[in-house]
């Protein structure tokens, strides 16, 4: 069975930089592809990145492109989320997700409990 665990979340002023970590044993890690999502109270849960079972390709939703890095160690069954430049709307739950396949469009099947990020302004 997967199971997919999240860390490093926090509370961080604006302008700060937070490193989230998810690991993810139980299968085949390298296999498949990978993603981050948050959601805001009151908003709909949001894909903030992707990437695919190699770390060759990545996906970053236009929010959070040029502030966050999604990367990957297959060798610690591990994704990261470094996030930087942190914005006060950048708070929320992320969850991270394992996928189906191995590309950044994959289905996500398996999901963490969520870790809280909150930016102060």
């Known amino acids: 069975q997967v199971q997919v665990v999240e860390s490093g979340g926090g509370l961080v002023q604006a302008g700060g930089s937070l490193r989230l970590s998810c690991a993810a044993p139980?299968?085949?890690?390298?296999?498949?592809?990978m993603g981050w999502f948050r959601q805001a109270p009151g908003k709909e849960r949001e894909r903030v990145a992707g990437?695919?079972?190699?770390?060759?390709?990545?996906y970053y939703a236009d929010s959070v492109k040029g502030r966050f890095t999604i990367s990957r160690d297959n060798a610690k069954d591990t994704v990261y989320l470094q996030m930087n430049s942190l914005k006060p709307e950048d708070t929320a739950v992320y969850y991270c997700?394992?996928?189906?396949?191995?590309?950044?469009?994959?289905?996500?099947?398996?999901w963490g409990q969520g870790t809280q990020v909150t930016v102060s302004s």
């Open positions: 997700a394992a996928g189906l396949g191995p590309g950044i469009g994959t289905d996500y099947a398996y």
């Open positions: 139980g299968r085949t890690f390298s296999n498949y592809g």
């Open positions: 990437i695919n079972y190699s770390g060759g390709n990545t």
